[in-house]
């Protein structure tokens, strides 16, 4: 016998067992209709030995082929061959036989090598999942404790990759500026699998995305070409570690001066491996490299839209944009952010799912600015992140949301271009936004 789930359209083949849920979306077993069509039977999705992102305990496989499901209707990925190091399979694998490839054992092999200077870099993502693993509220934002954990594990230095998203505003602001100017359409470049699908996909549309690299890129090499020679630091003993939500950052740092990724759910192991008690830990702040609030936003869908905007607005007025003068209308498959700069109205669209992505490119050229994130609601439901009831993803989603959203109405800066390390450091070293040196260490090639 045949069951297909009324909801996400899982098939169960066999007697349903009492209990039952769907392994893809944990409805019951009354979503599930007996059905006499032919179906398409999915075997498990192939993962690669040498995947940097994803790894398989084939021990615990029972080749369901809800891996494969989500990646052809979740992530619209059609193809066996490819992945986009997404890890949304992860999330959805009822058996837990898909993790992240852990590297955590690396890091506390330097960690405990007197000889290397270890820096953790946080995303901003992370402090509202890493509670998951720990009894708390989804979404509850938990930065001060996720610093004291870094800092007892051993990590020398803990910054916050919000001071790479504020560097990422700044540069993007001006490249929409040109783009502006040549009526160009310009794509997000912050996630990596969505570019990854680009590439795989839709190579028409490269051209259209920024040039600027990710956050975490652009953070890793703030620090191994400026602030490791400002302190005087042996750069050949430095370990530049990013903590993420997000799997395919271990594809993205591969090259590059970040050394190693780990995910949110590999730093709640470390915690626990280290006996460190979580709850019973006291606030910490991070270390001098630290962000705006438009920074910690960006780890939820339309985030890196309302900064770059702020950016550009300022560029522009020399005024700070206000969130009365922001237009956010929720369309059936994206947001659509606009904004009066002048006589001129930026119309932006915010997409998050590589299916939707390909419903807005139908429409691409009705917006300046097009946000993009693989994941749904953007990096908070990354597939590194503490693994979640599937049932419950909207309502965690939301909560994650507003626990980065709710850091944004706090009294301290909000804009970029106001945070003084980012002023300090165009100064002292970058000169301006789009400058040679700028273009050479903080946008690829």
Not at 178 to 199: D, G, I, Q, T
Request: aromatic residues 10%; contains cysteine; glycine residues 6%.
């Amino acid at each position: 016998m045949i069951y297909k789930c009324q909801k996400c359209g899982f098939i169960h083949e066999g007697e349903m067992p009492d209990g039952y849920y769907c392994p893809l979306c944990h409805s019951n077993f009354s979503f599930f209709q007996l059905t006499q069509k032919e179906e398409k039977v999915y075997n498990r999705k192939t993962i690669s030995l040498d995947n940097p992102s994803i790894y398989r305990i084939d021990e615990k496989c029972i080749n369901c082929g809800v891996c494969s499901k989500t990646c052809e209707k979740i992530v619209n990925v059609k193809c066996d061959g490819d992945c986009i190091k997404c890890g949304q399979c992860i999330l959805t694998c009822p058996v837990g036989a898909l993790t992240p490839k852990y590297d955590y054992n690396k890091v506390m092999d330097y960690i405990n090598d007197p000889e290397y200077i270890v820096i953790a870099m946080t995303s901003p993502a992370v402090r509202v999942g890493i509670g998951d693993a720990f009894g708390y509220d989804p979404g509850e934002f938990l930065e001060g404790k996720m610093v004291a954990a870094l800092k007892k594990i051993g990590f020398n230095y803990v910054f916050d990759t919000t001071f790479g998203a504020d560097l990422t505003s700044m540069e993007e602001a001006y490249e929409l500026k040109e783009r502006l100017e040549k009526n160009e359409v310009m794509f997000s470049s912050c996630c990596p699998s969505w570019v990854s699908y680009a590439h795989l996909y839709h190579p028409e549309i490269i051209k259209n995305i920024s040039s600027c690299k990710s956050p975490i890129g652009m953070e890793a090499s703030i620090i191994r070409n400026y602030y490791v020679k400002e302190d005087n630091l042996d750069e050949n003993k430095i370990i530049i570690v990013a903590v993420t939500p997000c799997t395919s950052k271990k594809q993205e740092i591969i090259n590059t001066d970040c050394d190693i990724c780990m995910t949110t759910s590999e730093l709640a192991l470390m915690i626990k491996e280290n006996d460190i008690d979580f709850k019973s830990l006291d606030d910490e702040k991070f270390d001098s490299i630290n962000g705006s609030s438009s920074g910690t936003i960006y780890g939820a869908s339309g985030g890196v839209t309302l900064s770059v905007l702020r950016v550009l607005y300022n560029l522009y007025t020399n005024r700070d944009l206000t969130s009365d003068e922001v237009s956010i209308v929720k369309k059936d498959f994206y947001k659509e952010i606009k904004v009066k700069i002048n006589k001129n109205i930026i119309k932006c669209a915010v997409v998050s799912t590589m299916a939707n992505l390909e419903k807005i490119l139908e429409i691409k050229d009705n917006f300046n600015f097009i946000e993009v994130m693989n994941c749904m609601g953007g990096c908070i439901n990354g597939g590194g992140q503490v693994l979640m009831p599937q049932n419950e993803k909207e309502a965690i989603t939301k909560k994650r949301t507003k626990g980065l959203f709710n850091d944004d109405v706090n009294p301290y800066i909000k804009y970029p271009y106001k945070n003084p390390i980012i002023k300090n450091l165009y100064e002292d070293f970058l000169d301006k936004p789009g400058s040679k040196k700028a273009l050479e260490i903080l946008h690829n090639k």
